[in-house]
């Protein structure tokens, strides 16, 4: 009698069902670390926007101009901060800013997280608004 040599239809089902499990545990490293990815990347955009507005600064007679959206004064579309704006939305957060003549803020929030900058220096990261009706210049 012949013994043909091969593998069972029960060991085909069991490595298998190991790569399967195998796969979803490695899918889900990778989203977490691409959520990651975006967080850090949105974090580095908030900061890149304290650079540009110290640049408005110095050539618009040492002011911020005011603000109570992102669309004028300091976060008008005529300077880098524009562009910021549209890299952290283009990532999927949401961006808040407001100016008085002297001071700025702005807010990223993205995954439930906050991050803020502000003229002063501050540079966060918060599970709250940060940027509130009666703060809404620092952070």
Known sequence: MKRERGFTLIELLVVIAIIGILSSVVLASLTTARTRGTAAAIQN??????????L???????????????????????????????????????????????????????NSTYYCVDSTGVSTTSANDLITATNDSAC
């Open 56 to 110: 408005y600064y110095s050539t618009n007679s040492n002011t911020y101009g005011t603000a109570t959206d992102c669309t004028s004064g300091v976060f008008n579309g005529t300077n880098g901060l524009q562009n910021l704006r549209s890299g952290v939305t283009a990532k999927g957060g949401t961006v808040e800013c407001a100016s008085t003549g002297s001071a700025w803020a702005a807010q990223a929030s993205y």
């Open 45 to 54: 955009e908030m900061s890149n926007m304290r650079a540009q507005a110290e």
